[in-house]
């Protein structure tokens, strides 16, 4: 009888050792031709990554899974690959979540669809068991998707209410108007830059990285994690406190140019130096005496795996997976190329007239729509300006509900927005949530309501919105959307202007609805 073969590592091999070459082989071809299947997705990632600091971090997320799985192959080693069918439905699942979300044009879900679709992948080539002890490695590619804009107002809020309390606190006298506030020394925003998410995404991912590698009990692992979430958000705060107060005792010459970023960064890489710091006391990554190995236990004797066992799965894994790019390119070509669109003006009634002269020199800043428009309507003495823009078939490029369509955009030169909130009010005789928003310019202020129409249905909400339009392409129907936008102008009395505003609801929408539903029969 012959004898397993002895390593020099005193590990144990079986003579009957699983055919992890193939399988390798197997997994890695698939895992590279689902992202060339899904290609868009893909490139859409890595261009995220390219373009924005916040996201750099994505092209370091592959090679250091990769690296994890590649430091645990000889536990890896002693387990038996089985190609596993039971995945099929959840690839089939996220394939069409994917899918989905194309259509929905959601970027962000595509990509996390995508992701999702790796380890089940390695489950059904490879099999649950292997899938379970790769659960980390597998599991941290999902740093890759650059996710986490839409936390930027809330954190941008959380650091004005932060920085406003800190000078409070300080004795520093603060008067705010939304994210802008003011002290004795000079006048400050808080911008994007400054909510303090790159500090975040950059604590998370190498929190979860370090909790990984340093802690073996799930409870230190989930604490660290929960702290490196708590951790960059009250420092951002702090940092920004801080920039304010150097600028302030310095006379307004310290924290104003790239010094600003300078000190944000070293104050938090000091942060997270003490952060690990500390976590390093309870660290359990040496489990063994120094010079001790651990103990690997024996594979249990397992017939190789036949190849063609380990083929079919991974074609038939492969063949789901490619089902959803190939029916979204049809959808695609069945989109009607973009047509000139007519959007006239709504008529002028019950006493409200077009005056060709503008309210303000402001407008929205939205882009793509197959038609727009910008009309100044006059009753006695109140106005209101009214903004249509309408997009006939929404595509890349052409959508209605994007982060990059906005009331009035970051640093305007001019315009500033000191206020936002969701508002109730009536339309139509029935119950309408819109979004109101209060705009400043140095001699002018306006209060703006606007909400979407999706088809004929109105709403403020963006996932809302992506549900309509998601099911509108898959099932065939019209997709078309407009933004219905009013401004009027106030001094002080807010609610006077609310009132002019829910008055031209009342009188025009129904003239609004007429002219987006003739743009839509021109077409």
């Not at 390219?50 to 994890?68: D, K, M, Q, V, W």
């Not at 600028?247 to 790239?258: N, Q, R, T, Y």
């Not at 052409?398 to 970051?410: F, G």
């Amino acid at each position: 009888m012959s004898k397993p073969a002895i390593h020099s590592d005193s590990t144990v091999i079986s003579r009957h050792a699983p055919n992890w070459s193939a399988a390798t082989l197997f997994t890695v071809t698939a895992v590279t031709t689902l992202l060339l299947l899904f290609y868009q997705t893909s490139l859409s990632t890595v261009a995220i990554w390219n373009r924005s600091e916040t996201f750099a971090h994505g092209f370091l997320i592959f090679p250091i899974s990769a690296y994890l799985i590649w430091s645990q192959r000889k536990e890896i080693a002693l387990l038996t690959p089985q190609p596993d069918l039971r995945g099929l439905p959840i690839l089939l699942l996220f394939g069409f979540g994917w899918l989905l979300a194309y259509l929905a044009r959601v970027q962000v879900v595509q990509q996390y669809a995508l992701v999702a679709m790796i380890p089940v992948l390695v489950w059904i080539i490879l099999g649950l068991r292997v899938t379970r002890a790769l659960m980390f490695p597998l599991g941290f590619l999902f740093f890759a998707v650059p996710v986490g804009e839409f936390l930027i107002p809330y954190m941008m809020e959380f650091t004005a209410d932060f920085t406003v309390a800190a000078l409070t606190l300080t004795g520093i006298p603060v008067y705010r108007e939304g994210l802008f506030f003011t002290i004795s020394s000079g006048q400050w925003s808080v911008v994007e830059g400054c909510s303090g998410l790159r500090y975040l995404i950059a604590s998370l991912t190498l929190g979860c990285l370090y909790a990984y590698l340093t802690y073996r009990s799930t409870k230190r692992r989930i604490i660290f994690t929960v702290l490196s979430l708590i951790v960059p958000v009250i420092a951002n705060g702090l940092r920004a406190y801080m920039i304010v107060m150097i600028a302030h005792l310095s006379d307004m010459k310290l924290a104003l140019g790239v010094d600003h970023y300078i000190y944000g960064w070293v104050f938090f890489g000091l942060v997270m130096l003490l952060l690990f710091w500390i976590g390093s006391f309870w660290r359990e990554d040496l489990p063994h005496a120094e010079g001790d190995k651990p103990a690997v236990a024996p594979p249990v004797n397992a017939a190789p795996i036949p190849v063609r066992s380990i083929a079919l799965a991974t074609l038939a894994a492969v063949g789901i997976a490619a089902v959803w790019p190939a029916y979204a390119a049809y959808l695609k070509s069945q989109v009607p190329l973009p047509a000139p669109i007519k959007l006239e003006a709504p008529a002028s009634i019950n006493g409200w007239q077009a005056d060709p002269a503008q309210l303000s020199d402001w407008q929205p800043d939205y882009k793509g729509g197959d038609a727009s428009l910008m009309q100044t309507y006059r009753k006695g003495s109140k106005a209101v300006s009214l903004y249509l823009g309408y997009y006939l078939h929404q595509r890349e490029g052409a959508l209605l509900v994007t982060s990059t369509n906005v009331i009035v955009r970051q640093k305007h030169p001019v315009w500033n927005n000191v206020g936002e909130s969701k508002r109730a009010i009536t339309a139509n005789s029935e119950p309408l949530q819109i979004v109101q928003t209060k705009l400043r310019s140095p001699g002018q202020r306006l209060l703006v309501w606007n909400w979407n129409r999706i088809g004929d249905t109105y709403t403020v909400s963006a996932h809302f919105a992506k549900v309509l339009e998601a099911k509108a392409r898959l099932l065939g129907q019209r997709d078309d959307a407009a933004a219905i936008i009013l401004s009027s102008p106030y001094d002080g009395d807010l609610e006077s202007s609310a009132t002019v505003l829910q008055e031209f609801i009342g009188d025009m929408l129904p003239a609004i609805e007429t002219s987006l539903k003739q743009a839509a029969d021109r077409s």
